[in-house]
T-cell receptor
Framework: DAGVIQSPRHEVTEMGQEVTLRCKPI?????LFWYRQTMMRGLELLIY????????DSGMPEDRFSAKMPNASFSTLKIQPSEPRDSAVYFC????????????FGPGTRLTVL | AQSVTQLDSQVPVFEEAPVELRCNYS??????LFWYVQYPNQGLQLLLK??????LVESINGFEAEFNKSQTSFHLRKPSVHISDTAEYFC???????????FGSGTRLLVRP
């Protein structure tokens, strides 16, 4: 398996623009997590899904952030409008039934908002 | 509420020396405990985990961690480190009925020749 795939790997945009981050989970994994990593705040859980349904979005910072999982093989995290303080590395991680206590992380998307 | 404390933000050590990375947690219920490692420009990878049973758990690359319930700790140790162990190490906790992980702030292990 190719592992968790995230795109793009790097994104540079200007303040006010819409940003869409994408994640393809490992096939068969039915939990999907979105994290944000910054120097100041460390690794924060933003939202997670089970069987494409959002379970806990209490970590989503504000209404500018939204996440969807339209099917079992794809999820997006959207920021609209983006702000410089959104600059961070965003990780997607997934969990499957066979190894249900282990989260498998993607390589991350480094977002820079100018 | 659960929380994880990693007191050391950076630990410099010479190659082949022993190392201990400290982790303390707080939780009012039974927990699962994890150590994840992050190499530069990569995502996190599971290093080892404690779910139940023996309180001493080991990884395939020589790390070990011991769950100490009375001290609410899960310190990570390695008797002899390599240059390739240079990375950031994250301790994490989850309640035994949840997939949700709470991470510590991370400890950067810097192994010098």
């Amino acid at each position: 398996d190719a592992g968790v795939i995230q795109s793009p790997r790097h994104e540079v945009t200007e303040m006010g623009q819409e940003v869409t981050l994408r994640c393809k989970p490992i096939s068969g994994h039915d939990y999907l997590f979105w994290y944000r990593q910054t120097m100041m705040r460390g690794l924060e859980l933003l939202i997670y899904f089970n069987n494409n349904v959002p379970i806990d979005d209490s970590g989503m910072p504000e209404d500018r952030f939204s996440a969807k999982m339209p099917n079992a093989s794809f999820s997006t995290l959207k920021i609209q409008p983006s702000e410089p303080r959104d600059s961070a590395v965003y990780f997607c991680a997934t969990v499957g039934d066979r190894d249900s206590d282990t989260q498998y992380f993607g390589p991350g998307t480094r977002l820079t908002v100018l | 509420a659960q929380s994880v404390t990693q007191l050391d933000s950076q630990v410099p050590v010479f190659e082949e020396a022993p190392v201990e990375l400290r982790c303390n947690y707080s939780s009012s219920v039974s927990v699962y405990l994890f150590w994840y490692v992050q190499y530069p420009n990569q995502g996190l990878q599971l290093l080892l985990k404690y779910l139940s049973g023996s309180t001493l758990v080991e990884s395939i690359n020589g790390f070990e961690a011991e769950f100490n319930k009375s001290q609410t700790s899960f310190h990570l140790r390695k008797p002899s480190v390599h240059i390739s162990d240079t990375a950031e190490y994250f301790c994490a906790v989850s309640e035994d009925s949840s997939y949700k992980l709470i991470f510590g702030s991370g400890t950067r292990l810097l192994v010098r020749p």
